[in-house]
């Protein structure tokens, strides 16, 4: 005992300064220091989000690419117009076919480097794109007033992404709060892509379908499921472990769309057809092709709202020669909608045979019989465009008001074979129109006469479901 004490002196005589400074540094650090470090360093919020879609980094989904990235202009969200973003504004020359966008200062990809006009590359066919130190120029074969939502899409840099210390990948740099902190592909497809901001870290992994995606939610997977049609069995699940949001997508409605290359396919039918359908009421009904929050759209335009009379009335006036057996394609995800249109027709159908036999107008009662409707569903996960008479499916609304790709008689994109020599010459001068109030009269003039001879009956804007746990 006696020779511990020896040993303890003598190292406190030798080391206890020592002993003493580190102790009361230690207290300093643990007591000021490190509560100091510990508000500095935060762990950012990871959220696990599951969408549905074959996506590789050519071609990302929306949600992810406007995180990423903007673009020359932007879509202001109260009337649809198109607004300049990453340009201070844009100028229209040579009557059209030229637009001059002049870049704003300061901007910087998230490498750092400054934006400049030599960076902005649409790759447009038939375009010719020229820099110059302030500006970008895009001379066009041909007038084209929508040209500025063009520019809408975000622009992206290519570069080299290092992983395992001596390997490298493909990845893109944007101008927007996100970056791509990582991805995984399988197949040439994107299995899971990392985004990563100041604040959160945002990884979305995709699915092929819908029920896949409801899988890898119920396995933990992904805590958060965006843009989902149809929620299945997770809206029995109780409030207080999922969260189901219902949101109106007004930039798509659901139509039936008539083939007018089917000689059964007359206006007189198809206003008779549309007449009979049961549609939404308020925010959810679509009345046409053009988003009802849109700067061109037409308030109080004829909508076909249900009235059977009118249905007969249209149906009566010209009766067909021939039985109405009507085929509707449609996909698994609208077989509901499909059924209960079948069900609304065949029972018009009876009521106008009925009423062609006790009308005193029509003399021959053996055209009577062809007013009965029989309808057949067909069910295909991709309906052939080239190939069917009546076709239930969403639709797309682009951006600006421009329809020229889907109801024009020339397009190869208007698979309806719609021809109206009427909307050909609207269609044509609104793409050459520049000013403002020009563009608004003829598009709305556009719907007016459109829904008249409607080549689709406009049921409803689509519907999709954010679920979160």
Same mark, same amino acid.
């Given at each position: ?42 762990? +950012? *919020?990871?959220?696990? $989000? %599951? ?6 980094? !050519?071609?990302?989904? =929306?949600?992810?690419?406007? @995180? ?99 390997? +490298? *990948?493909?990845?893109? $740099? %944007? ?6 902190? !990582?991805?995984?592909? =399988?197949?040439?497809?994107? @299995? ?34 965006l843009d989902i049609r149809q ?32 000689p059964l396919v007359t206006k ?24 009802? *929050? ?176």
């Amino acid at each position: 005992m006696r020779k511990f004490y020896w040993y303890l002196t003598a190292y406190v005589k030798k080391h206890g300064l020592t002993v003493v400074i580190t102790v009361v540094l230690a207290v300093i650090i643990f007591s000021f220091l490190m509560p100091f470090l510990a508000k500095k360093i935060s762990v +950012k *919020k990871r959220q696990y $989000i %599951g969408m549905v879609g074959d996506y590789n980094l !050519s071609f990302l989904p =929306k949600e992810i690419k406007q @995180k990423l990235s903007v673009g020359l202009t932007t879509v202001d969200q109260e009337d649809q117009s198109v607004k300049p973003l990453l340009a201070e504004r844009w100028v229209t020359e040579n009557e059209g076919k030229t637009y001059r966008f002049t870049l704003k200062k300061g901007v910087k990809w998230q490498d750092g480097q400054e934006l400049t006009p030599d960076d902005i590359n649409y790759n447009l066919q038939d375009v010719e794109i020229i820099s110059t130190p302030n500006d970008v120029i895009f001379k066009l074969p041909d007038t084209f007033a929508p040209f500025p939502a063009v520019t809408i899409e975000p622009i992206f840099k290519q570069t080299l992404e290092r992983y395992l210390v001596f390997f +490298k *990948k493909p990845s893109l $740099i %944007g101008i927007g709060p996100y970056k791509i902190s !990582s991805y995984e592909m =399988k197949n040439n497809s994107l @299995k899971q892509i990392v985004l990563e901001s100041p604040e959160e870290i945002l990884v979305y992994r995709f699915y092929l379908t819908e029920q896949d995606a409801i899988i890898g939610f119920k396995k933990g997977e992904v805590n958060l499921l965006l843009d989902i049609r149809q929620p299945g069995d997770l809206a029995s699940w109780p409030g207080d472990t999922v969260v189901i949001e219902e949101k109106i997508n007004f930039d798509q409605y659901l139509a039936i769309f008539f083939n007018h290359n089917d000689p059964l396919v007359t206006k007189n039918l198809k206003q008779a057809l549309a007449y009979a359908t049961e549609k939404p009421s308020g925010d959810l009904k679509a009345v046409g092709p053009i988003n009802p *929050k849109s700067w061109a759209f037409l308030e109080g335009g004829k909508d076909y709202s249900k009235d059977l009379n009118r249905a007969v009335e249209r149906l009566l006036s010209v009766p067909p020669e021939q039985p109405l057996e009507l085929s509707l394609a449609t996909t698994v995800l609208y077989l509901d909608q499909a059924n209960q249109i079948k069900h609304q027709w065949q029972e018009f159908g009876e009521l106008a045979m009925q009423k062609c036999q006790e009308s005193s107008e029509v003399e021959d009662k053996n055209l009577c019989a062809n007013m009965e409707i029989e309808v057949h569903i067909k069910v295909s996960n991709f309906p052939d465009l080239q190939d069917y008479q009546l076709l239930l499916i969403g639709q797309e609304i682009p951006v600006d008001p421009d329809q020229y790709f889907l109801w024009h008689s020339d397009q190869s994109s208007n698979f309806t074979n719609y021809q109206n020599t009427r909307i050909d010459s609207i269609l044509e001068n609104a793409r050459q129109a520049l000013e403002y109030n020009d563009r608004l009269a003829l598009y709305q003039e556009f719907q007016q006469f459109l829904l008249e001879d409607p080549p689709a009956i406009f049921l409803q804007h689509l519907i999709s479901y954010n679920v979160s746990r």
